[in-house]
Structure formats: C-alpha cells, structure tokens
C-alpha cells in the first residue's frame, strides 16, 4: 500500500500566487485533520475546518521572531491549500483561510505550531451585498448574482440548475453568506456549502436522488449508531412569502430625523444616503427636486429655501433599500429637509401565510420543525415537502457515525475521495454484535486526520436517504412543467414515478 503525499501551500505575503519561498510547508507537516459538514438534518451546512501541526525548531513560525524569513506576515486570512496525492491522484484536501496560530511544545520539548483554517463561509460571514429587485430568477440565478456582489470568484462556484424560481426577491445590508443561504432555502430541499476544494456548490432537490453508490461499507472500524431525540419532530410550521405588490406608488422611505447635512460639492460622505425601506420596493422612482426632496439653509426649515442648489446625482435601489448622491452647488451647507423614496410597496399580504402539518405517527410530542420560505410563495409545493418531511422526520431512522482506516489502497482512495452529500451503503449485519442496519445514507459529516507516517483515518456521519432527501419523489402526469424524474431503463412515456 502506498501512503497520501500531503501538499500544504499558505499564501504568506498575500499576494494571492503559492509560489514564493517558504510558501510550500509540506515539509514541516506533521499532524493534520480536516472536518465538515452539519450535524442534524434540518441544519444548514457550516464552515469547514483545517488543522495542520507544523514542525517549529528553527522558530521560521514564530510570529514573534524578527529573525525568521515570515517576520510580519504570519497573519490571519492567509490562504491554504492541501492536497493529498495517491497512486498519481491528487485529491483536494482543503481550501480557506487562517483563522489561529498556536506556538506550542510537545511532550519531547519540540517546538510545534498549530495552525487553524476556516473555508469560504468563513469569508463570505464577513462583509455586506445589496441587490436590486430580482423577478422570475432561479435560485442558482440569484446565488450567482449575490456571488458576483460579494466578488466570489465564478471559477470557484458549482451550482445546480434550481428546480425553483422565485418571482421576487431582494437583499440590502446582508452577509453574502445569509444571502446565499436565504435564497437557497427557497429550494426546498436544496443545499449550499462550502467543498474540500474551497468550491461553493449548490444542489437543487433532486441532487441526492441521483447520486451514484460511492462506497460499500461492511466492515468499518468502528461504528456508533445512535439515537437523539432532537432528530425527531412531532409537527411542522412552514410559512411561505406571502408577497403581494400595491398597484399604485407608495412612500417606501421617509427621511427622519429631518436635517440631513449635505456640504458644498458633492465629495463629502456627507451628501451620500442610505436607507431601508419600510416594505420591498417595486418600480421605485428617483427622488425629484420639490416633491421627494427639500433643501434649506436651516436644520429646521426655517432659513432660505436651497432645493435649487441641490441636485441628485446617484440613485439606486436595492428592492429593500436604497443610495442616493447628492450634489450642493451652494458654497455654505444645506439641509435636507425632506427626502423620501416612492415605489409600488411589496409587503407581506394579511392572508394566513402559515402551513401547519402534523406527523403521521410522532414518537414525541411539542417538537416543531419550523421554517420560513420569505420569497417562495408555491404554497402547494411547499404543502408537499412540509407533509413529506413530517413524515420522514417523525420516523426513527438509523444515525451511524462510522471509523474508517486507511489500511488498503482502496480504503485510502476512498477516504480520500471524502465529501458531504456522497451516497454510501452500511451494512452491519454479520459477524460479532452486528446492529442489523443495512441501508443507504448521505455523508453529512466528515473528521479526517493523519499523523504523517501513520494510518490515515477518517469518520464519516451518515444520514439517511430519508433525512438528507436522497429519497424524494414525485408523480405526475408525461411532459408537465414538474415532471418526475426516471430511470434511464424506465418507460419514457405515460404517467411516471422515481424515487
């Protein structure tokens, strides 16, 4: 059997290349371990981790040592990437960027660092994105259009056709990673996360349906089946968005308080607005000079009326809020008196919005799976899933955690080949004390580890098909808009079923 040869690149100085000296420690790599995924099935996926052990007897890693050739450059959001080779396949092991440093000794006295790493998500927490209303647009559309805000690069995204189009939709102020997630639960069932290769993936609903058996596991090293009772639920309460769209113009926006400085010319951050609006904004008009905005020489409005030194030069609406820029041609400051937004308002109807559906057959009682679909209104299809996953969800469903060893080629290649959302088979029904499972599960969560020159070892947390909605279905009628999908060998033609 041939051992992974582990590559480690850190981007120290920034610069966004893995080329530059001491950017390849690969040679200093002594322990590493990389986890990921969720840890329920009504959980959205979270951030990846990385934790690399580099040798430090020369002290090149010590953040402190002015005479090491990193001095000054040993700092958080440095990027990594690891990759492992095996039998001349080079597989990803992680992409993201360095959240901790950590100087330690090892019970020998030898100097180690230990150095922590988060994925994309990590990245996509921080900052903010607007964008303008969204109308008729896919849920992999608005993913892609929230990324291009945020400035997430196109070759790092992979994302389903979604099977869902929302009618309207808007963000302003959002993390770009709410964002995402927002418009990605609009496809139920649909999951976004972050991959070992740092490419952000969105699966539509069918995705686990059709993913092919990558492994047969029969003889895992260890195996914990276990049982909680918060996996199980009693009822579910979804609400959908319940949007409606006035047919007239409304105030979406009303400056307040009033007094709003704007100073000469039109450099100063003072003369740039921002707002939110009440409700969503359709159709929303720039302010016109005399009926939407107002200047005076006084704060209160008692001084000489200066609307005609002001004009507006910037204007953009986000469909939740709005910019504006505006220009003072007078030499002394004015103020803004007045300034509101107009717009068809988008707002949430007064019609019961909530979809309410109890378990078949609960084994508890008062646990509720609640959700809410802010910009789905297809209250039939989300009818549908609310039954299906009071159904599923209210089910004891096996829960195995296994321990896999990489003692052949294959079990290293498959350990390897490691990712959420791979369909794999556990069978666990000979030998000493067998727990009788015998299904298929979705990998949902993932610890890898190696210490260099050892086995390497890796636990997988499987779902079920029914829990990680690899197992959905639909019928209907040949050729309509939702048509289920078949099996390559199936009778194309006539009513059709899958699952």
């Not at 986890?35 to 951030?47: E, L, P, Y």
């Not at 102020?173 to 418009?183: D, F, N, S, T, Y």
Request: net charge negative; charged share 25%.
């Amino acid at each position: 059997m041939s051992e992974p040869a582990w590559t480690a690149l850190v981007d120290w100085d920034g610069d966004g290349g893995f080329g530059d000296a001491y950017e390849d420690v690969s040679a200093d790599l002594v322990q590493l371990e990389v986890q990921g995924g969720r840890s329920a099935a009504t959980d959205d996926f979270t951030a990846g981790r990385c934790s690399l052990t580099l040798e430090n007897p020369s002290g090149r890693y010590s953040r402190y040592n002015a005479s090491s050739p990193l001095f000054g450059l040993l700092l958080p959001g440095r990027d990594l990437i690891l990759t492992a080779t095996h039998n001349t396949v080079t597989y990803p092991g992680f992409r993201g960027e360095l959240v901790e440093m950590r100087e330690q000794r090892t019970v020998d006295g030898v100097p180690v660092v230990q150095l922590s790493f988060l994925d994309g998500f990590e990245r996509l927490r921080r900052g903010s994105v607007s964008l303008p209303l969204q109308e008729g647009k896919r849920v992999d559309e608005l993913l892609h259009a929230i990324c291009e805000a945020a400035g997430w690069p196109l070759a790092r995204r992979s994302f389903d056709a979604g099977l869902t189009t929302v009618e309207r939709y808007w963000c302003h102020r959002k993390a770009p990673l709410q964002a995402l997630q927002e418009a990605a639960r609009q496809e139920l069932g649909g999951q976004l996360y972050c991959d070992r290769g740092g490419v952000l993936r969105f699966e539509n609903r069918d995705n686990r349906t059709l993913q092919p058996l990558y492994a047969t596991v029969s003889d895992a090293a260890g195996l914990d089946l276990s049982f909680r009772r918060d996996d199980l639920i009693s009822d579910v309460s979804f609400a959908r968005a319940g949007l409606d769209v006035a047919n007239g113009l409304s105030v979406l926006y009303s400056l307040s308080p009033t007094g709003r400085q704007l100073a000469p010319g039109s450099d100063s951050p003072l003369n740039h607005v921002s707002g939110e609006y009440q409700v969503g904004g359709k159709g929303v008009l720039a302010p016109v000079a005399g009926v939407d905005y107002l200047a005076n020489s006084q704060p209160d409005g008692s001084g000489a009326d200066r609307t005609a030194q002001v004009s507006l030069l910037t204007f953009t609406s986000f469909g939740g809020g709005f910019s504006a820029g505006f220009e003072n041609l007078d030499t002394a400051p004015v103020y803004l008196t007045l300034l509101q937004v107009r717009g068809q308002a988008v707002r949430r109807s007064n019609e019961e919005r909530r979809i309410e559906v109890a378990a078949p057959a609960p084994l508890v009682e008062g646990q509720v799976l609640r959700a809410e679909f802010d910009f789905n209104d297809d209250a039939e299809t989300i009818r549908a899933f609310a039954r299906w996953r009071a159904a599923t969800l209210s089910a004891d469903q096996p829960r195995p955690t296994v321990d896999l060893l990489g003692s052949t080629d294959v079990e290293v290649a498959a350990i390897l080949g490691t990712e959420v959302s791979k369909r794999v088979r556990l069978v666990d029904t000979g030998g000493l004390y067998p727990s009788q499972v015998d299904g298929f599960f979705s990998i949902e969560g993932y610890r890898l580890r190696q210490v260099i020159g050892a086995d390497l070892a890796c636990s997988w947390t499987l779902f079920s098909e029914d829990h990680a909605i690899g197992n959905f279905f639909r019928v209907s009628g040949d050729g309509g808009p939702d048509h289920s999908l078949i099996a390559a060998d199936a009778n194309p033609t006539g009513d059709r079923i899958a699952f």
